[in-house]
Structures are given as structure tokens and as C-alpha cells.
């Protein structure tokens, strides 16, 4: 059965307490009636019930740091992003004159098509778009453009096909039985080479 995120929470907060006061022998108790209670493996439930709610005193570049683990709690993404739309935008336009290189490819092209097309007047450019675009890596610029790239792929157009209705209309012969002594036997089997 399995349980719903808030039930094993709360399963969490209450043996938590009591594991994290009990003796060696008292908590492998507490930990199998945990793990027969929520089904996560022991290794994890024994991290989950020593840690939930403790405070932690550590001694860093001299100075005493007391911090609250909380095991439920997550980190929401600090700060703006770096690649905006903007930044978005003139990429893609950058990718369509590359010819849809790959993202490697791309990256060392990038400065070369910023020269190339600063003369065009119809193409301007920030100069904080134009060092986000130098400063750009290879994976955020696959990252960036996947939905694009997706858009692109080619499936299922291939022309090679199994020829079961063909290859039972012609008779083919195993290789004692093929006639040796004459020339002039060839078998060709043809396959379409499309990506």
C-alpha cells in the first residue's frame, strides 16, 4: 500500500523524536517499525529519523554555525535567470544562420557571427546580450534550444522496409545447394541509407 507524501511526514515527525532520544538497542526498533510503517528502506529511514529536525552545531573557518536540518524542506532556485528571453531570441536567430549546428559547433561559431552580423543594420544587439552570448556554454546552449531542435526531428520517414511478400515470391537457395561451376549467380540486397 502505498502512502500519501503528508501521511509519511507525519510518520517522520513522530518517530524522529523519539529515535533521536533513544539508546543503540531501543532504535533498531523504532527503525523497523518505521520501515514497516512507511516502506522506505532502512538506510534511508535511519537518515531520515536521525536527522529531521536536529540541530547541528559545526565550528567553520573558526566560527560556531548552529543550523535546523529539516529533511522535508527544499531550496526554492535562488536569483533571476541568466539567459533571458532576449538573450533566447537572438540565439535562435544565430542558430537558423549556423545552419543548426550542434551545440559545440555552435559555441565556437558564436563570435564570428556576432562580427558577421554587426554590420547588418537590421540585427542589433546589447552589448549585455552580446557578452552573455560570448560567455554561454555548450550544454545551456543544447538546454536553450532543445524545443527547437525537437521541433525539428525528423521520425519515421525511412525507406528501407521488410521485404516478407517479396522474399517469399523468389526462390533462394542455401549455400550446398548453390551451382558453383557456372558463373553468374549474384544476390543483392538493397537498403536505403536515410539517417
Known amino acids: ?18 529515535y533521536q532520544k533513544a539508546v543503540k538497542s531501543q532504535k533498531g526498533k523504532i527503525l523497523d517499525t518505521f520501515v514497516a ?18 540541530t ?7 566560527r560556531l554555525v548552529i543550523y535546523k536540518v529539516n529533511v522535508h524542506k527544499r531550496k526554492k532556485r535562488q536569483g533571476k535567470r541568466i539567459y533571458d528571453d532576449e538573450v533566447y531570441k537572438i540565439l535562435r536567430k544565430l542558430w537558423y544562420t549556423s545552419y543548426f549546428l550542434c551545440g559545440k559547433l555552435f559555441k565556437a561559431g558564436i563570435p564570428d557571427y ?7 543594420n537590421d540585427f542589433i ?34 525507406q528501407t522496409k521488410s521485404g516478407t511478400s517479396l522474399i517469399n515470391l ?10 558453383r561451376e557456372n558463373p553468374g549467380f549474384v544476390e543483392i540486397d538493397l537498403v536505403s541509407h536515410c539517417g
Open 125 to 158: 544587439i546589447s552589448d549585455e546580450v552580446r557578452s552573455k552570448l560570448l560567455k554561454i556554454s555548450s550544454p545551456t546552449i543544447d538546454r536553450l534550444l532543445k524545443k527547437d531542435k525537437d521541433k525539428m526531428r525528423i521520425k519515421g520517414i525511412s
Open 114 to 120: 556576432l562580427i558577421s552580423l554587426k554590420k547588418d
Open 56 to 62: 547541528i552545531k559545526r565550528i567553520i573557518n573558526g
Open 37 to 54: 510503517a512507511s516502506g522506505y528502506t532502512r538506510h534511508y529511514a535511519s537518515y531520515l529519523l536521525r536527522y529531521n529536525n536536529k
Open 170 to 179: 523468389i526462390p533462394t537457395k542455401t549455400f550446398s545447394e548453390l551451382d
Open 1 to 18: 500500500m502505498e502512502l500519501k507524501m503528508e501521511t509519511r511526514k507525519e510518520l517522520i515527525n513522530r518517530f524522529s523524536k523519539s
